[in-house]
Every structure is written in structure tokens, then in C-alpha cells.
């Protein structure tokens, strides 16, 4: 059947070339709709901020576009100025509600909304159990500690079984939207919003997962870029899975040897790097209990934990430290998280486990934690999609859209990110001659929110399309 939102395309003016502040010119960009947006428009459910919604038919499987539709929620915060065009945002997650989340960061956008539309949309298949308005997968999502790794083939045969067991629940309930629900297929509703606003190419901010959505858009719809932001992502445009897989770790590194050298000045732990090595190597062959919670973390759960822990900066150096000791004397409860005993090493789920490789057999799997692990020996396999991936052993649709290089031709694009985030977005970015990428010299998730400096380059290069110096910092 066909699509019964019909989608009207603008015709817009030459866009000037994108450039650095040095060859920037002295006006904006104009973006000059021929018609306007075929979307109905009226109140969003509850809003208090004058956010209008509108519902947009796509297809459940884009490869069969007169096939099933599903319903995207969008959410327009109008520009209060003369509109210029719009840009179309999405929080990661992946699931994140962009409706919710813009009505509640509404002020965040109030810069950028003078000249232009701020669009976001409800993701498909993240429906009502993550307070999202789109057509959404009646699944009970229900976060499981991580697996460990396998020890022997029948090991890795009972976690296939486990994952296969905890998917097919949720994959029997819609077998088509659960197959289509990569981030690829994210892009492509991108590009169905992008043509429902009447918009010639597409403006684009992604934060965290989203980061993805841009990528995969990018490497889809390269001619209908015009301007995109990477905040705080991760790479899904390596060559080399392996590659990237060492890269995370090696990212994850560096925040222990900040931590350590504190510790080698004003924390007054020299020691801890030693202890630190001892103590996981002695929770991998016996779990170290943590008395308040009742349980006991491996080796890889402290180094997740304290991953966690030391990203937050100078102000948790002493707290790590604290349970560090602690623990080698025997409690790990130092270690325990105010959210989930586990938190944050937690398995993925549908979005993730088509978008990232896992691993064929146990010899492959081995193989590679014993790369991460003498990569990162402070940091070992946590926080990357190596434990990520275990979640997705077994999971019953294949990858269907796994990491890719993106392609020649690009424009220049903007990267953002705080430790380890900014480098791993710079060496994205290092594909897209021209690109730039702010780099803050601190802990956190994402700068938009939470940088002035970072929202004042990020907003230039929306409305105007210049780039701050490749060298930035906020």
C-alpha cells in the first residue's frame, strides 16, 4: 500500500562551501524552502514548552517500502526568529525519547531556535517502556548482568542459548520490526524526516548512540548532508573490527593512568597501580565479595566498576582509591554503584546486536580478549563492545548492518566529545577532510549540554556552516 503521508521535497538555493573561521563569509546561510512541510502539526500530549508533534508513515522494512507502516512521533520546537531551516536531533540510547528529552532541555536549544527549527523524533520499536510516542516493540526489556566469558564451547553453547532464549521472547511479539531495527534503519528514518520537512539536505546533531545514526546516514545519503555533529560517539566506521575494538580499550586506559598519576602526587598512593593489577588478577580466580550488596565481583566487574568510577575525575580519584584498598583487604563493597550491583557492564540489546560483529567461535572470542587485555592491562575488556557483544551470542538475526568506512565526498563535519570521547571521535572524523573536533579536557558524557563554549561552535556551524580551528578546546 501506498505510503499515506505524502512527502514533499523543497528545491533550495546554492549552499556556500563549509570553512574555517579564517574563510568564513560575513553572512549566514540562507536555506530557501520551495513548499511547505506536508506534516500535521498540533500539540504534543502534556507539553509546556510550545512543542508541536506530527506523525509520519515509514515502513516497518525498508526494503519493502509499499510493504507495513509504522508511526514516528516527531516533536518541532519553531524557530522564534525567521526560520532558516531545521535541524533534526536524537539523544542515543539507542532509545532515547526525543520527544521527552527536548520538552525537558528545552532551554538548551534556545540559541540555535533564533534562526532555525530544533526537530527530534521517538525512535521505532522504543515505544512506551522507554516513554517514547512511536510505534514501539511490546517487549519487556529487562537489564541482565552481563555473562562472563566462556570458558570451554559448552560455556559459550549455554550463553547462545541464553541470549537466543531472552531475544526470541521479545522477537515473537513483532518478527519484522524486530529484524529492522539497526541503526541503519534509524538513518533511513532520518532521510524519511528529512524529506516530510521539505528539507534539501539534512542537519543532524547526534549524541552518544546517535553518533551512529549519523554515520550510517553519512555513509546511506552522502549527497543529502549538509551539516553533522558527533557528540561523545563511538566509531562505526572502522575497516578493522578488531581495530576499533583495541582502540576503546586503549581509550579506557588513559583513564587509569590519569588516575595513577594523581595517585603518584597528590593522592599519595604510589602503591596502586601494583595493588590495582594484583587485585584483579586475584578476583579473576576467586570473586571478591562485597559485603553490602551481598555479592562478589570478578575481575572484570572491578575493572568496570572502577572504570566507571575513575571517568568522573579528580573528585572520584580518592573514593577509587578508598575501594581499591578496601577491597584487597578482602570487601569489594567500595565498588558497588548507586544504581544496579552490576551497573554498568550490562548486555545490549536490539539495536546493538545487529550493528556490532560478535564473535564466530570460542578460539575467535579468546583470541581477541587476550589482545584487549595486553592492550589495556589496567583496564582490560570493560566498557567495549568486546562485553558488549556477548549479550548478542546466539541472537537469533544476523548482523545486518555492521561497521563500514564512510565514503569520499563528505562535507566537512563537526565532532565533539570530553576524555576519550573527543579522540575517538577525531579519529572518525579523520575520513571527512575539513572536519574539526572540540575537544574538553575534563570528564563528562557529550558537550552540548553541558558546555556554553561547545553549544556557541555547534550552533555557528548549524546556522552559518563554519567550523571552529581543528584545535579547539572547551
Given amino acids: ?74 516533536g518541532r520546537l519553531k524557530s522564534t526568529g525567521a526560520s532558516e531551516g ?53 517487549c519487556t526489556w529487562t537489564r541482565i548482568p552481563l555473562p562472563g566469558f566462556p570458558t570451554d564451547d559448552a560455556d559459550l553453547g549455554r550463553l547462545s542459548d541464553t541470549n537466543r532464549g531472552y531475544a526470541e521472547a521479545c522477537r515473537n511479539k513483532d518478527p519484522e520490526l524486530f529484524a529492522n531495527m539497526s541503526s541503519a534503519d534509524h538513518a533511513k528514518d532520518m532521510d524519511a524526516i528529512r524529506k516530510a520537512l521539505g528539507d534539501a539536505q539534512l542537519n543532524f546533531y547526534g549524541a552518544s548512540y546517535a553518533g551512529i545514526y549519523a554515520q550510517d546516514y553519512a555513509r546511506l545519503f552522502p549527497g543529502k548532508v549538509r551539516t ?73 566487574d572491578l575493572q568496570a566498576l572502577a572504570l566507571s568510577a575513575a571517568q568522573q575525575g579528580p573528585d572520584a580519584y580518592p573514593k577509587v582509591r578508598d575501594a581499591i584498598r578496601k577491597a584487597v583487604r578482602g570487601d569489594a563493597s567500595g565498588f558497588v554503584p548507586a544504581r544496579g550491583a552490576r551497573y554498568p557492564d550490562q548486555s545490549t540489546g536490539v539495536t546493538e546486536c545487529v550493528d556490532w560483529p560478535r564473535a564466530a567461535n570460542r578460539a575467535e572470542l579468546d583470541k581477541l580478549i587476550a589482545r584487549v587485555r595486553r592492550s589495556a592491562p589496567n583496564a582490560g575488556t570493560a566498557n567495549t563492545l568486546l562485553t ?27 565532532g565533539a566529545g570530553a576524555w576519550r570521547e573527543s579522540d575517538a571521535v577525531a579519529r572518525i572524523l579523520e575520513q571527512v577532510p575539513g572536519s574539526a573536533t572540540i575537544h574538553h579536557d575534563g570528564p563528562g558524557h557529550t558537550l552540548y549540554p553541558s558546555s556554553e563554549c561547545a553549544r556557541d561552535h555547534i550552533d555557528k556551524y548549524f546556522t552559518d556552516r563554519v567550523l571552529p580551528a581543528q584545535t579547539t578546546k572547551c
Wanted: hydrophobic share 40%.
Fill in 86 to 138: 531545521s535541524v533534526l536531533i536524537a539523544y542515543g540510547g539507542p532509545g532515547g525519547p526525543g520527544i521527552a528529552l527536548t520538552q525537558q532541555f528545552a532551554p538548551l536549544w534556545a540559541n540555535l531556535r533564533k534562526r532555525m527549527d530544533v526537530i527530534t523524533w521517538d525512535t521505532r520499536g522504543y515505544g512506551a517502556q522507554f516513554s517514547g510516542l512511536s510505534t514501539g516493540l511490546a
Fill in 388 to 414: 558488549g557483544t556477548l549479550g548478542c551470542i546466539g541472537w537469533p538475526v544476523p548482523v545486518t548492518n555492521p561497521p563500514a568506512p564512510l565514503p569520499k565526498g563528505l562535507p566537512p563535519m563537526l
Fill in 228 to 300: 553533522m555533529v558527533l557528540d561523545g560517539t563511538i566509531s562505526h566506521s572502522g575497516a578493522d573490527w578488531t581495530k576499533d575494538v583495541l582502540e576503546m580499550a586503549k581509550d579506557n586506559e588513559t583513564t587509569f593512568a590519569r588516575l595513577f598519576t594523581w595517585c603518584a602526587g597528590a593522592g599519595q598512593c604510589p602503591e596502586l597501580p601494583a595493588r590495582w593489577r594484583a587485585l584483579v588478577a586475584r578476583a579473576d580466580r576467586s570473586p571478591i565479595p562485597a559485603r553490602s550488596a551481598g555479592i562478589a565481583y570478578t575481575g572484570r
Fill in 1 to 74: 500500500m501506498p505510503n499515506p503521508i505524502p512527502l514533499t521535497l523543497a528545491l533550495l538555493t546554492s549552499l556556500t562551501s563549509i570553512t574555517h573561521p579564517q574563510q568564513a563569509s560575513t553572512s549566514a546561510t540562507q536555506l530557501q524552502r520551495a513548499s511547505a512541510s506536508a506534516l500535521d502539526w498540533a500539540a504534543c500530549p502534556g507539553d509546556k514548552v510550545g512543542m508541536t508533534c506530527a506523525d509520519l508513515q515509514v515502513p516497518a522494512d525498508w526494503q519493502k517500502p509499499d510493504g507495513r507502516k509504522i508511526t514516528l512521533k516527531l
